[in-house]
């Protein structure tokens, strides 16, 4: 049976739902994914308005050819409720919920989350103290729980504010709870995402930032601008020289001499079978992609 291709998290752009404007643009942007923001981006005084706004523009049809996530407030806010029953009656691909704090919140957002439908994956923020702490709990409550989880979200705005500690110097402070966040996606086999840029007229400083984000291995980055959308697809894309040795591996393997072999010879180097299984991932996502760009 042909395996569903992976879903490309390279560029993955915040959009206020109170700004129809912003929402209507979504259907030109080459972002992988949209988050249509009910949370931080929205006035108290406006999230009725946001909602509405919102469950207009799906019962139009997809707000935009990408993946479409709706990010609510919080387990705690008053407003969760109203945005769980938003969710269930325009069924985006993803809910993206903030603040998780403990394993018990993750508890909490199982019972919640239960009725929705089955393919409305679950994506988590990953920004407070206690979530940081307790991570690997977190996640693993919300599996066990069948929760659909999907992605790990990194908000490194609000870590900065919930800890003090400072995003300049290269987010050098904050390096080591950047990687625990893309440990334990790995762990369980979810994607992560870095935080966002905020200065985006600073491109040296993004384009800084956005190198350090593959070099540790996050799937992609949450933008706040769409100018920022081309490069990061660019910069998580596969290499065309990672792409050329993937085939080469793949193709190696594929020759009935090596059916059953677990390590084999090419170029002068030895290539096991983990490294086909990379090879793998790797063309199955680079097709992801272009299938994405049609």
């Given at each position: 049976?042909?395996?569903?291709?992976?879903?490309?998290?390279?560029?993955?752009?915040?959009?206020?739902?109170i700004n129809q404007?912003?929402?209507?643009?979504?259907?030109?942007?080459a972002c992988d994914a949209v988050v249509f923001d009910l949370e931080d981006a929205v006035a108290p005084a406006m999230k009725q308005a946001a909602r509405e706004q919102l469950a207009q523009a799906f019962a139009q049809g997809r707000p935009g050819p990408q993946c479409c996530v709706v990010r609510s407030n919080g387990l705690a806010d008053a407003d969760f409720a109203q945005d769980l029953a938003l969710v269930a009656r325009v069924r985006p691909d993803a809910l993206l919920v903030p603040k998780l704090a403990s394993v018990q919140d993750a508890e909490a957002l199982c019972a919640a989350v239960a009725p929705l439908d089955a393919r409305v994956r679950l994506w988590v923020m990953v920004e407070m103290a206690g979530a940081l702490s307790v991570l690997d709990g977190i996640v693993a409550c919300l599996l066990q729980a069948g929760t659909r989880l999907d992605c790990l979200v990194v908000g490194t705005n609000d870590i900065a504010?919930?800890?003090?500690v400072s995003t300049a110097d290269g987010r050098a402070y904050l390096v080591p709870w950047l990687?625990?966040?893309?440990?334990?996606a790995r762990r369980f086999g979810v994607g992560v995402l870095d935080g966002v840029w905020n200065d985006f007229a600073d491109q040296a400083g993004f384009a800084a930032?956005?190198?350090?984000?593959?070099?540790?291995?996050f799937d992609g980055k949450t933008l706040i601008h769409p100018s920022q959308v081309d490069a990061v697809n660019r910069a998580f894309a596969p290499a065309e020289?990672?792409?050329?040795?993937?085939?080469?591996?793949?193709?190696?393997?594929?020759?009935?001499?090596?059916a059953q072999a677990g390590v084999i010879q090419i170029d002068g180097r030895m290539v096991e079978r983990l490294h086909l299984a990379q090879a793998e991932r790797l063309l199955a996502l680079?097709?992801?992609i272009a299938a994405r760009a049609t």
């Amino acid at each position: 049976m042909t395996q569903p291709l992976p879903m490309p998290r390279r560029s993955v752009l915040y959009v206020p739902a109170i700004n129809q404007r912003a929402i209507a643009k979504c259907a030109s942007l080459a972002c992988d994914a949209v988050v249509f923001d009910l949370e931080d981006a929205v006035a108290p005084a406006m999230k009725q308005a946001a909602r509405e706004q919102l469950a207009q523009a799906f019962a139009q049809g997809r707000p935009g050819p990408q993946c479409c996530v709706v990010r609510s407030n919080g387990l705690a806010d008053a407003d969760f409720a109203q945005d769980l029953a938003l969710v269930a009656r325009v069924r985006p691909d993803a809910l993206l919920v903030p603040k998780l704090a403990s394993v018990q919140d993750a508890e909490a957002l199982c019972a919640a989350v239960a009725p929705l439908d089955a393919r409305v994956r679950l994506w988590v923020m990953v920004e407070m103290a206690g979530a940081l702490s307790v991570l690997d709990g977190i996640v693993a409550c919300l599996l066990q729980a069948g929760t659909r989880l999907d992605c790990l979200v990194v908000g490194t705005n609000d870590i900065a504010k919930e800890t003090g500690v400072s995003t300049a110097d290269g987010r050098a402070y904050l390096v080591p709870w950047l990687m625990r966040c893309v440990l334990a996606a790995r762990r369980f086999g979810v994607g992560v995402l870095d935080g966002v840029w905020n200065d985006f007229a600073d491109q040296a400083g993004f384009a800084a930032e956005l190198a350090q984000s593959v070099r540790m291995g996050f799937d992609g980055k949450t933008l706040i601008h769409p100018s920022q959308v081309d490069a990061v697809n660019r910069a998580f894309a596969p290499a065309e020289a990672a792409l050329r040795e993937a085939r080469a591996v793949v193709d190696a393997f594929a020759q009935p001499a090596h059916a059953q072999a677990g390590v084999i010879q090419i170029d002068g180097r030895m290539v096991e079978r983990l490294h086909l299984a990379q090879a793998e991932r790797l063309l199955a996502l680079q097709a992801a992609i272009a299938a994405r760009a049609t």
